[in-house]
DNA sequence: AACTAACTTCCACAATGCGAAATAACGTGG
DNA sequence: CCACGTTATTTCGCATTGTGGAAGTTAGTT
């Protein structure tokens, strides 16, 4: 094999993670041939490594000898959530101590937005939305922020998997209307959310640069406070936030 | 090193995993020194282990040069969950079809009950609990079936660490009274919560026996239909599904 | 019952991962 | 600002671990 340079990784950890990737994409269940296929490693290999995954409840084998993945994964991962989540803590409580209205942080998870920090705002009525929570992409404004990100054709597929579900009379309905608002909102730089996940109710959302996974804030409120003065006063602020978060995502300088 | 029996795992698997898991335990941000210490490894290995899994997003490093857990856990972790929801959802969708009320499936995750599927019943007025959220354990009944199959001092730990919040004037409120209730639950093999997360709803739920994870199923409903009438025909009925669920589980005879 | 496909185990071998030692970086107190 | 202790990172010789071809086993299909 190619000599491994110096300070690089471990191979049976980067096969294992690969493996587990690949099981996740394949909507968390294959069989040990297929991963054979779609990695050219041999199946001992990856036999073993499956084997070492299963003994710890990341992995399960089926009944119908296929892999699926464990639930060992779940506290990982809801860990993972809740250490971003505290990580964006901070900045979330500043937005609302400043512009008075809910804050919220999105991630990219599984084609939908995974809310997975938030801080809400002192009004009796404001927008709440369960840490936990995945909502649709296209019909939110942390999702329209976090699909700006990604290009037209990987937004089709999104698209073509999750479906495009109105919450709505205001939603968009199409991929050709939602492209064109992502050109608008790339363009802009924040992403507007005018009733089209619950009628009125604005949100305004900004993806955070540089995050290891597409991920974006927002604030969000009825119409009635969250009006164009609003989000003059708002944009700046969200822009701020969103970097100081990338920064502390990105500590290296 | 002690010598590795045929059919055991990849050691450097096992041993990035831990330090994982490692991490979630101290709550998802640690010194490289503070896993030697857990570990007993040495420096350099637990770098290189950390190195390899921060290349791929399961980890990062933050300013202070502490290590957390990373958005890459986020997607396995939910995919994962999905998972084990689909696994369980014709169950589930069964139990709504023979009971009539809905049907849900938690597991204990950062010592709470995780939703992670869910069968609504054909009622307008039903239990709707949102798949990924998180509620206590003491106040709802899947939280007290799965605490039902932890020890005494287990709990305690737990109730130490979430405390004991009371939704209702039902709820219980004291470990002692939690501890007897959950005595009585495993005398009986169910749980009930009986207006202990909302007035007027009654939940009877059931532990899944020899889950990768602590897991309950449960069926609930507004008082006036789960009544004990229903209960003497439910109690069978989720046995039954759990162990079904259980058998899904765990594929090997 | 026979055949095929998929999975699992065995074991010789060498490449990878190991870990002691050395070096680098960071935080703190004087 | 600097010295020092603490923590993190890198290097590299070595041998243990992980590799993968071959063979064996199991499950599904005809």
């Known amino acids: 094999m190619a000599e491994r340079a110096?300070?690089?990784?471990?191979?049976?950890?980067?096969?294992?993670?690969?493996?587990?990737?690949?099981?996740?994409?394949?909507?968390?269940?294959?069989?040990?041939?297929?991963?054979?296929a779609s990695t050219d490693l041999p199946l001992p290999t990856i036999h073993r490594l499956l084997r070492t995954l299963m003994a710890k409840g990341y992995i399960r084998q089926l009944a119908n000898r296929r892999y699926a993945?464990?639930?060992?994964?779940?506290?990982?991962?809801?860990?993972?959530s809740t250490?971003?989540?505290?990580?964006?803590?901070?900045?979330?409580?500043?937005?609302?101590?400043?512009?008075?209205e809910t804050a919220n942080m999105a991630v990219l998870d599984a084609d939908m937005a995974l809310y997975i920090a938030q801080a809400p705002s002192k009004h009796s009525m404001r927008m709440f939305t369960e840490v936990g929570r995945r909502a649709h992409t296209h019909a939110t404004?942390?999702?329209?922020?976090?699909?700006?990100?990604?290009?037209?054709?990987?937004?089709?597929?999104?698209?073509?998997?999750?479906?495009?579900?109105r919450?709505?009379?205001?939603?968009?309905?199409?991929?050709?209307?939602?492209?064109a608002d992502?050109?608008?909102?790339?363009?802009?730089?924040?992403?507007?959310?005018?009733?089209?996940?619950?009628?009125?109710?604005?949100?305004?959302?900004?993806?955070?640069?540089?995050?290891?996974?597409?991920?974006?804030?927002?604030?969000?409120?009825?119409?009635s406070r969250v009006d164009d003065a609003f989000a003059e006063r708002a944009i700046p602020v969200l822009r701020a936030a969103a970097h100081s978060i990338s920064s502390d995502l990105n500590p290296v300088a």
């Open 6 to 36: 110096a300070g690089s990784g471990v191979q049976s950890v980067e096969r294992a993670f690969e493996l587990l990737e690949l099981i996740t994409a394949a909507g968390g269940e294959v069989m040990l041939s297929e991963l054979a």
């Open 69 to 80: 993945l464990g639930p060992g994964l779940i506290r990982l991962g809801t860990a993972a």
């Open 83 to 100: 250490q971003l989540g505290a990580l964006a803590g901070a900045q979330l409580r500043s937005l609302v101590d400043q512009l008075g």
């Open 141 to 165: 404004g942390v999702g329209k922020a976090i699909l700006a990100q990604l290009g037209d054709d990987a937004v089709r597929a999104i698209m073509a998997r999750t479906g495009m579900p």
């Open 167 to 179: 919450p709505t009379t205001m939603s968009i309905g199409t991929v050709d209307d939602l492209l």
């Open 182 to 223: 992502l050109a608008r909102i790339r363009e802009r730089g924040y992403s507007i959310d005018d009733g089209e996940q619950e009628i009125g109710v604005r949100c305004f959302a900004m993806a955070v640069p540089d995050a290891p996974t597409p991920t974006a804030i927002s604030v969000s409120g009825p119409v």
